[in-house]
């Protein structure tokens, strides 16, 4: 092989860290290096089963409204009959203050 090739061949291989895995909360997560920062707030996250390969891709805005967009265009009739049925009414009253509460602040003013 000329070492053009193998020049060519070097630069199509992705860069490959080893990342440190630790527990946030009750979740896992994955330290990701400062090279390979995602300028985003979201992410698609994906395994194949086969492999045990996780896949991140950054999703920026644009992406998560089309998808979610779709996600709605493929409702069924029968899906937003549903979806409609399950809204709640609003409760619009006024809480009431802990009376508990009330006679701590009580002469504080």
Same mark, same amino acid.
């Given at each position: 092989?000329?070492?053009?090739? =193998? /020049?060519?061949? $070097?630069?199509?291989?992705?860069? %490959?860290?080893?990342? +440190?895995?630790?527990?946030?909360?009750?979740?896992?997560? =994955? /330290?990701?290096? $400062?090279?390979?920062?995602?300028? %985003?707030?979201?992410? +698609?996250?994906?395994?194949?089963?086969?492999s045990g390969i996780i896949s991140i891709e950054p999703m920026d805005r644009?992406?998560?409204?089309?998808?979610?967009?779709?996600?709605?265009?493929?409702?069924?009739?029968?899906?937003?009959?549903?979806?409609?049925?399950?809204?709640?009414?609003?409760?619009?009253?006024?809480?009431?203050?802990?009376?508990?509460?009330?006679?701590?602040?009580?002469?504080?003013?």
């Open positions: 092989m000329s070492k053009k090739v =193998i /020049r060519k061949v $070097a630069d199509t291989i992705p860069e %490959t860290v080893v990342g +440190k895995v630790f527990m946030n909360g009750g979740s896992q997560a =994955i /330290r990701i290096p $400062a090279s390979m920062r995602v300028p %985003t707030e979201q992410v +698609k996250i994906s395994v194949d089963p086969d644009e992406a998560l409204k089309l998808a979610f967009l779709a996600q709605i265009r493929s409702l069924t009739k029968a899906e937003r009959d549903e979806i409609k049925a399950m809204e709640f009414k609003r409760d619009t009253s006024i809480a009431r203050i802990n009376p508990a509460v009330e006679e701590f602040f009580k002469g504080s003013e």
